[in-house]
């Protein structure tokens, strides 16, 4: 799917039943919540990155109502992390990246582990692999988020990717 695809994906699924658009081109992945019905909310992604944009989506699937409600989730960003601070990142990114993982499938499209942090002596990839591909296993096996699970299914309509819910799919570890 191109990201052209992926944007009209979402903003007709969940555009006016959750007041929120997806908007590519930004420097910077951000979420702006709406003010009221004439300011939808706004989901950011970088560039034209289909990937971007999938791992955007997965955030604010994850995010409930009061999250939703605030800029990116009322969460605030660290650009670098000490050992203790990169496990505690990966141990909550496993979860929107599981499911942008899903997300990829569905779509089609590639899927690359993101570790938003390149210090390499607090960055343990192999370990945040391991836990994208136990979330994504849990998620297979007990089922998506509503949200998450409407926006898979409606990904796999636009790019035809059938059976992308298979576990198989997610027996390795992703790259």
């Given at each position: 799917?191109?990201?052209a695809?992926?944007?009209?994906?979402?903003?007709?699924?969940?555009?006016?039943?959750?007041?929120?658009?997806?908007?590519?081109g930004?420097?910077?992945?951000?979420?702006?919540a709406?003010?009221?019905e004439?300011?939808?909310?706004?989901?950011?992604?970088r560039q034209?990155?289909?990937s971007?944009?999938?791992?955007?989506?997965?955030?604010?699937?994850?995010?409930?109502?009061r999250?939703?409600?605030?800029d990116d989730?009322?969460?605030?960003?660290?650009?670098?992390?000490?050992?203790?601070?990169?496990a505690?990142?990966?141990?909550?990114e496993?979860?929107?990246?599981?499911?942008?993982?899903?997300?990829?499938v569905?779509?089609?499209?590639?899927?690359r582990?993101?570790?938003?942090?390149?210090?390499?002596?607090?960055?343990?990839?192999?370990?945040?692999?391991?836990?994208?591909?136990?979330?994504a296993?849990?998620?297979?096996?007990?089922?998506l988020?509503?949200?998450?699970?409407?926006m898979?299914?409606?990904?796999?309509?636009?790019?035809?990717?059938?059976?992308y819910?298979?576990?198989?799919?997610?027996?390795?570890?992703?790259k």
């Open positions: 799917m191109t990201t695809e992926i944007i009209a994906a979402f903003n007709r699924l969940f555009g006016a039943s959750y007041n929120t658009r997806l908007r590519g930004a420097q910077e992945p951000l979420y702006l709406a003010g009221d004439f300011q939808p909310g706004e989901i950011h992604f034209d990155y289909a971007s944009a999938l791992h955007e989506i997965a955030h604010w699937c994850i995010a409930g109502k999250r939703r409600l605030q989730y009322g969460y605030w960003y660290r650009e670098s992390r000490d050992a203790l601070q990169q505690e990142f990966e141990s909550l496993s979860r929107p990246q599981a499911l942008e993982w899903i997300f990829s569905a779509a089609g499209v590639g899927f582990v993101s570790c938003d942090n390149f210090d390499e002596a607090s960055l343990n990839l192999e370990n945040l692999r391991r836990q994208v591909r136990a979330k296993r849990c998620y297979i096996s007990k089922g988020p509503n949200r998450a699970a409407l898979a299914d409606t990904l796999a309509d636009y790019s035809g990717v059938l059976n819910a298979e576990a198989s799919q997610f027996e390795g570890l992703p």
